[in-house]
Structures are given as C-alpha cells and as structure tokens.
C-alpha cells in the first residue's frame, strides 16, 4: 500500500478537540464494516497526505478532512459523507447532502470556531486496542 494514496477511505481531524474525538469514536462504534482510517490533522502522516495532494497543512486547523482516493472532501461534505460508512439509520444523514453546501459549511464553521469552548479539549486520546490501531495512521 502506497502511504501517500492510501487504499482505504482516510478521515483527518483535530485529536486535541474533544468533540472531534467524540466524532471519531461514534463512527467506529457504528461503522458497518472497519472501512475508515483516522489520523489526526497535526500527524506528519496527515501533513504529508495533505501535501501530496497540494492542500497546505496551516489551513486545516479547523478542518475535518475525508481523503477518498485522490478525492478530497472538507468540512460538512467530509462529516456528511463518512455516513456511506454506517448502518442504518446514520446513513440517513446522507440526505443532508441536498442541503446547499454554503450553508452546511456556515454551520460547520461556526460549530468549529466554538468547539472547544462548548466540548473542551481532549484530555486524553482514543484508547486504542490492538485492533483498532491498525485504523490509525500513527
């Protein structure tokens, strides 16, 4: 597997905010499959996967990223979309899609500008098991 265009799905997020971290372990208790990776925004791997597709890694620090192949999804696209990944009935959240995305974005960005205030910062990572590792960029 080539590191820089990985074969799985890729979802980069913020591992000192609280809710993001809250995020990530929602996704991975309603996964169907274990399809996703994680890594966090401010890892060498994720600044070298957002290089490789020439996204400069100082702007994302309130970002939500989903790396699909050489497809790259931000904010509410990327939280909207890793619903593909869930059962039923999360991949209702899929329909939000419709919703224009200036609008999606609007409030992700101001959830985002106030999440640490409203969710706190992570005072701890994810526990990760052995298996769960894997699921991890670093």
Known sequence: MDLLQPSSPVLLFDGDCAFCNGWVRFIIEREKAPALK??????????????????????????????????????SSAALRVARYLRWPWRLALLFLLVPRPLRDAIYRWVARNRYR?????????????????????
Not at 51 to 72: C, F, H, M, W, Y
């Open 38 to 75: 994680f890594g966090t925004l401010s890892s060498p791997m994720a600044q070298k996967l957002l290089e490789a597709r020439k996204i400069q890694p100082l702007d994302t620090p309130d970002s939500l990223i989903l790396l699909e192949g050489e497809r790259v999804f931000w904010w």
């Open 118 to 138: 409203w969710f706190g910062r992570a005072s701890t990572c994810i526990a990760l098991t052995p298996h769960l590792q894997s699921r991890f960029l670093e």
